[in-house]
Nanobody, 125 residues
Framework: QLHLVESGGGLVQPGGSLRLSCAAS???????VGWFRQSPGKEREGVSC???????IYADSVKGRFTISRDNAKNMTYLQMNSLKPEDTAVYYC????????????????????WGQGTQVTVSS
């Protein structure tokens, strides 16, 4: 069983930055982590995924602005978000498929078995 907890959300002005954290506990051997977001009335969408070996994948909408990273020794995964836009406003979730690599369809939330509770990110002036 893998338990995930997100933190770091908040209110930020357009152009600003935030760093989200995802803390893992429980069965923490060799797991990939994906970041997703969900806005009101929209489906949850994949933002990024990182393998246990730190290979990374990004959605086109965040490439060049967001950076995913992880510290395996601390069981932490991060999402550094720069140049934030109002359309980045959403609840952000971290999830894991329960194995070491990102799923082939990494952007689909039904590929992930474990989820955190989410953290709200609001980009507004």
């Amino acid at each position: 069983q893998l338990h995930l907890v997100e933190s770091g959300g908040g209110l930020v002005q357009p152009g600003g930055s935030l760093r989200l954290s995802c803390a893992a506990s429980g069965f923490t051997l060799d797991y990939a982590v994906g970041w997703f977001r969900q806005s009101p009335g929209k489906e949850r969408e994949g933002v990024s995924c990182i393998t246990y070996g730190r290979s990374k994948i990004y959605a086109d909408s965040v490439k060049g602005r967001f950076t995913i990273s992880r510290d395996n020794a601390k069981n932490m995964t991060y999402l550094q978000m720069n140049s934030l836009k109002p359309e980045d406003t959403a609840v952000y979730y971290c999830g894991s498929p329960g194995y070491w690599h990102c799923p082939t369809n990494w952007y689909m939330d039904n590929e992930y078995f474990y989820w955190g509770q989410g953290t709200q990110v609001t980009v507004s002036s």
